[in-house]
């Protein structure tokens, strides 16, 4: 990951620490552990229109012998070995799958759950910030125990909540179903976005679990896990990149309307109160000098702000927006309506600017393409997964009935 620019955004914001590269962990300050939080929040909220959710944690020691009924084969984690003989050997947590399936037995809850505690796990090579890291934080990881049967009908509902809750922080993205995965699920599909340069990249995975894990874990009916990390964050930085530096999506941004106004500018105070449920920063200028105002609202776009309102000495307003940047006057004393629609706007052109680049860097470069099942299953062409829910189309190769494809020369992406 040689773009580096969203990680300076991160920085400069106050989002993530600095120091640790390369240690494949970062650390998160204040304003970033309630992008983090807000993040899940905006997942669980989709979640629960569709099922009744629950939410947990788990320890960060887990037990070896647990872990390794379900995952024999993986070499990739920190274990930690036992120091009495009366004492398990422990495994640094490095997925939620097996505790979540436990969490809902114990509880009698029919699923989905939540958790969202960090995955420690080997690093090959150098990873890049939140991209791909030592500790995984966080890593959102769904779990949900159905009835046999209804496995694949859950599946489409969770493609709808990725989609929904991804298109909130302004990122398009694809759902492509693939065989390349079929040791871990029976179904797997994996929702795809693209780089800055339009490159596709992986941002969540969904598994209708195949029978060896479901054996192990014991569970007689279906099994669908959805996970997704801190990787969304980083994506959604990349691409909502200003002068001004990190624009975030109104679903995440710690500020979401900045206020600058004079000292005991009249009114002021009590609108800014009244914009329930918005999050909102009032900045109380000492003069009208145009550097400290600036100065002000440089901050603000630093800190990820969609939106500023400019008060005047002599009550005027100006209103500064993102994506893309500019400031013009406007009315004062906005209600809360008049601003979340100033909000919705921003999400809209952010997350069009977003669906440009995915419609120019896969559709536009060629790699959605019609595939018959028997070309696709004789591999004649570099076939990544069909689109879901499947678009008819014919194929490229033989011009037989087939369906839209995601093909890539590179082989897999991540
Ligand atoms: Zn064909």
Redesign the pocket.
């Known amino acids: 990951m040689r773009d580096t620019l969203y990680h300076r955004a991160l920085l400069d914001a106050g989002i993530i620490a600095p120091g640790g590269s390369g240690s494949g962990i970062t650390s998160w300050r204040g304003p970033g552990l309630g992008v983090a939080r807000r993040m899940v929040d905006t997942f669980v909220e989709q979640v629960g229109r569709f099922a009744p959710v629950a939410r947990t944690e788990h320890p960060f020691l887990n037990r070896r012998d647990a872990y390794e009924r379900v995952f024999p084969q993986y070499a990739n984690i920190y274990r930690l070995p036992a120091t009495r003989r009366s004492q398990p050997d422990w495994v640094l947590r490095a997925d939620n799958l097996h505790l979540n399936v436990e969490w809902l037995r114990r509880h009698r809850h029919p699923g989905p759950v939540v958790a969202t505690g960090g995955l420690l796990r080997h690093l090959r090579g150098s990873g890049s910030p939140l991209f791909r890291e030592r500790y995984i934080w966080p890593a959102v990881q769904l779990n949900h125990v159905l009835p046999a049967g209804e496995g694949p009908a859950a599946l489409e509902g969770y493609r709808q909540v990725l989609e929904r809750t991804f298109e909130a922080f302004g990122l398009p993205v694809l759902t492509v179903e693939t065989d390349a995965l079929s040791s871990y699920g029976d179904v797997c599909h994996l929702t795809v976005s693209c780089l800055r340069d339009g490159r596709p990249t992986v941002l969540a995975t969904t598994y209708l679990m195949a029978a060896p894990y479901r054996r192990a874990l014991g569970v007689t009916g279906d099994l669908v896990d959805v996970g997704f990390t801190g990787k969304v964050l980083a994506l959604a930085s990349m691409h909502h990149l200003d002068r001004g530096g990190l624009g975030l999506p109104s679903a995440l941004a710690p500020v979401q309307v900045g206020v600058l106004a004079p000292p005991g500018a009249p009114g002021v105070d009590d609108w800014a109160r009244g914009l329930t449920g918005l999050r909102t920063r009032r900045v109380v200028l000492a003069d009208d000098a145009p550097f400290r105002r600036h100065r002000a609202e440089r901050a603000l776009l630093r800190a990820g702000t969609p939106l500023t309102y400019g008060v005047r000495p002599d009550g005027r307003w100006r209103l500064g927006r993102r994506a893309p940047a500019g400031h013009g006057p406007t009315a004062p004393f906005p209600d809360a309506a008049r601003v979340r629609a100033e909000l919705a706007g921003y999400d809209r052109r952010q997350l069009e600017a977003t669906r440009r680049r995915l419609r120019h860097g896969i559709e536009g470069a060629g790699l959605i393409q019609g595939?018959?099942d028997?070309?696709?299953a004789a591999r004649?062409l570099p076939v990544f997964g069909r689109i879901v829910p499947h678009r008819p189309a014919r194929?490229?190769?033989?011009?037989?009935p087939?369906r839209d494809h995601l093909v890539s020369e590179q082989g897999r992406f991540y």
Do not use: D, P, T
């Open positions: 595939v018959c028997g070309c696709a004649r194929c490229v190769h033989c011009a037989a087939g």
